[in-house]
Structures are given as structure tokens and as C-alpha cells.
């Protein structure tokens, strides 16, 4: 009895996994949600989504309480917001340590959210695989992930992926790219070391 159990059990471990497929490499940097892009500038971000989706550009809605920026020394806003029809984006931005002199801040993680209705799940699945294609980590999941270097078992899919990222679940999307946090990370640490001096 037992060994007919374990034989099933490694025949479904065996089907599930070949219809995990190859994990397939995408270049996140290429994608957008909503026209926005990791990377862009503030005004190029609210540019792209007040033109994706056919809105005016006051209808964004700026960080109200803006932060100091570690690299200009200026306030600027960490984020913006945009309510179209049921679903909400978020864009957050991150002083621009890479390139300060192009743009003072640049896109770092957008967000798009809807409520969390089967219909809205179905929905939102369906539009991700259309727009960005099959993902890194198969279909086989709740959790869909498209990334470069993605893991050869679809089960992590890009979890230990250090560049971005552009993830699914249930009704959140999400794209992201943890090097523009890493780099104030390092010239924060670059302004504060200096030599012993006893």
C-alpha cells in the first residue's frame, strides 16, 4: 500500500514538473506597468502613465509630505499616485545616486492593485500572461515572476534573484529593481567613512 502511495505521489511530482516547462529569461528593464518604467525620472513616469491611461496629468497625486533627498539635499517627493477606475498604482521613486545630474529621483517599484474578487484574479492573470508573455517560473504556481536569471526550479522561480523583478499574485503587480536603493545604500556608507584619527 505504501509503495503504490509513493509511486503515485513521484508520477504526479514527475507530471507536475514537466509541465513546469523552461524557465524562461525575460529582461524586466524592458517591461512597464502602466507605460512606467525602473528607471525613469519622475516626469517621465508621470508623463508614461498620464499617457497610458488617458489621464490628466493633475489627476497624479504627489507624496504630500516629501523627504530629504540624501544625494541633491533637497526635498523631493518618494512617491506618486493614481486611482483608475477600481484599481490603484503606486510609483515610488529613490534619490538618484546612479546619475544625480540627469534627474534627482528615478522609479525604483510601481504598483498596481485591485480588489480581490475571483473575477478579478482571473481577470488580472490572464492580462499579465497577454502583455509580458509566459513567465520566468512557469504557471504552475499562484505566484507569477519574470526576471533574467530566473532558478531552474520553477518553485523559487526569481526568489533569489538580486536585479528586477516583475511579480504576480491574486490582484498585485509589481515590478522592481533593488540596485537604485543599493546605491544610496553605498554612498550613504561612502559619506559617512573616513580614517581613525587617535
Request: proline share 7%.
Amino acid at each position: 500500500m505504501r509503495k503504490t502511495v509513493y509511486t503515485v505521489m513521484l508520477l504526479a511530482f514527475i507530471v507536475g514538473t514537466s509541465y513546469a516547462g523552461t524557465p524562461r529569461a525575460v529582461d524586466a528593464t524592458r517591461l512597464d506597468i502602466a507605460g512606467v518604467r525602473l528607471g525613469m525620472s519622475q516626469a517621465e513616469a508621470i508623463q508614461a502613465i498620464s499617457s497610458a491611461l488617458g489621464i490628466n496629468q493633475d489627476e497624479v497625486v504627489l507624496d504630500k509630505y516629501p523627504r530629504e533627498n540624501l544625494i541633491s539635499g533637497k526635498k523631493d517627493p518618494a512617491y506618486f499616485k493614481v486611482a483608475h477606475g477600481i484599481g490603484k498604482f503606486i510609483v515610488y521613486l529613490e534619490p538618484n545616486a546612479l546619475n544625480p545630474s540627469i534627474s534627482p529621483t528615478v522609479v525604483n517599484h510601481i504598483k498596481y492593485e485591485m480588489p480581490w474578487t475571483p473575477e478579478n484574479v482571473q481577470s488580472m492573470k490572464e492580462a499579465a500572461i497577454k502583455k509580458y508573455g509566459q513567465p520566468s517560473n512557469g504557471t504552475i504556481g499562484t505566484t507569477y515572476e519574470w526576471c533574467i536569471e530566473p532558478s531552474d526550479n520553477p518553485g523559487i522561480g526569481c526568489g533569489f534573484v538580486k536585479g528586477p523583478v516583475l511579480s504576480y499574485f491574486g490582484t498585485l503587480l509589481e515590478l522592481s529593481d533593488p540596485k537604485y536603493r543599493q546605491a544610496v545604500i553605498d554612498f550613504n556608507n561612502k559619506q559617512n567613512s573616513a580614517k581613525p584619527s587617535f
